[in-house]
């Protein structure tokens, strides 16, 4: 009789470590029209990606997978619009490196503790831009000239406590050099500065630049990557170029709100997996500067935005960037 007793609480032991895997297993269904919220204007580069994902998904889904904008508030107004949708998998939210750099000089989010994260999607390099008649043939001599005239060298980014910001102010305290920032509303605006010759550099997204830099408006210098870009195979990394630093690279990825089941994150992040795998979504990527990346789990996208968060408050705080 006890052997019996003791087999049933094995098997029940079994079974109750088994459970949760069984629910992972279970297909998940949507029954209703999924929404991706975009917490930035339509028509930029993060817009269009999203929505490049969203068509590529509706097949699986079954359902009509919907991007609404949601600009403002530094990407506050998105991430209220999602935290106030049921955590069932319907409503999703597109995040990106641009958010971890405003958690960082603002506090007015929290990414690991607002959202359950389901993957990255894609990966952008920077371009580190100067005009198209620049004296500046590489980033060395960029930052040997600096080094001998501190200030002089202006660049532009979207903003004070951007990504642009955070990264230069990075670099500039790590080789012992110094710049002078230009903020200004976005992207568009800094690159026409540097190509009117206001500016002396711009790290910029090259889905932002690549075109200008293929008309002859705007060079590039190097791309602030460890690899380097498929599409630009001859334009060496930073660190071929002197600059040992952090990387700085546009990433893109989707959540759900915070209390959403490990079963449907990881159901739709096995659907993104899927989708981004296609060869017209990657082709589509690639055509606007961008690459596939997909994490292999979310605990993998966790830790992506924990060392980006690491360097950026690490940098926010030493240089006193703090935006109220």
């Known amino acids: 009789m006890a052997t019996i007793r ?14 949760p895997r069984l629910a992972w297993a279970q297909p998940v269904s949507f029954n209703r029209p999924v929404k991706i919220l975009v917490p930035l204007p339509a028509g930029g580069s993060a817009d269009i990606s999203t929505r490049i994902v969203a ?3 509706q097949p699986r889904l079954k359902q009509p997978v919907i991007v609404d904008n949601k600009p403002g508030g530094s990407f506050v107004i998105g991430m209220q619009s999602l935290r ?12 990106n490196i641009g958010m971890a750099a405003a958690q960082a000089t603002m506090k007015r989010y929290d990414l690991l503790k607002s959202l359950a994260l389901i993957t990255q999607y894609s990966k952008t390099p920077t371009l580190f831009v100067v005009p198209a008649k620049s004296r500046f043939k590489s980033l060395a001599e960029l930052l040997d000239f600096a080094k001998k005239n501190p200030g002089k060298l202006n660049y532009g980014s979207v903003g004070t406590g951007g990504l642009e910001h955070l990264w ?49 408006k705007m060079r590039a210098l190097c791309v602030l990557s460890n690899e380097r870009a498929a599409t630009m195979p001859d334009l060496p ?23 959403t089941s490990p079963a449907i994150v990881e159901s739709l992040r096995k659907d993104i997996v899927a989708v981004m ?11 606007r500067g961008a690459a596939v990346a997909v994490s292999a789990n ?6 992506l935005i924990q060392e980006d968060l690491a360097w950026m408050g690490k940098v926010s705080q030493e240089a006193g960037i703090r935006i109220e």
């Open 6 to 19: 003791r087999r049933t609480l094995i098997a029940s032991a079994l079974l109750a470590q088994a459970l």
């Open 55 to 57: 068509n590529a998904l």
């Open 84 to 95: 106030s949708a049921p955590a069932d998998g319907h409503t999703l939210i597109s995040i």
């Open 168 to 216: 230069v102010t990075m670099l500039s305290r790590s080789l012992g050099v110094e710049f002078t920032h230009v903020p200004y509303k976005g992207m568009p605006d800094a690159l026409t500065a540097l190509m009117q010759g206001e500016l002396d550099f711009v790290p910029a997204v090259m889905s932002s630049a690549l075109p200008f830099v293929k008309e002859g």
């Open 237 to 259: 990394t930073m660190k071929e170029q002197g600059a040992h630093v952090p990387p700085m690279e546009f990433w893109s990825g989707l959540a759900a709100p915070h209390g």
């Open 277 to 287: 795998a296609e060869d017209e979504v990657k082709q589509r990527m690639v055509d």
């Open 298 to 303: 979310s605990e993998a996208f966790v830790r």
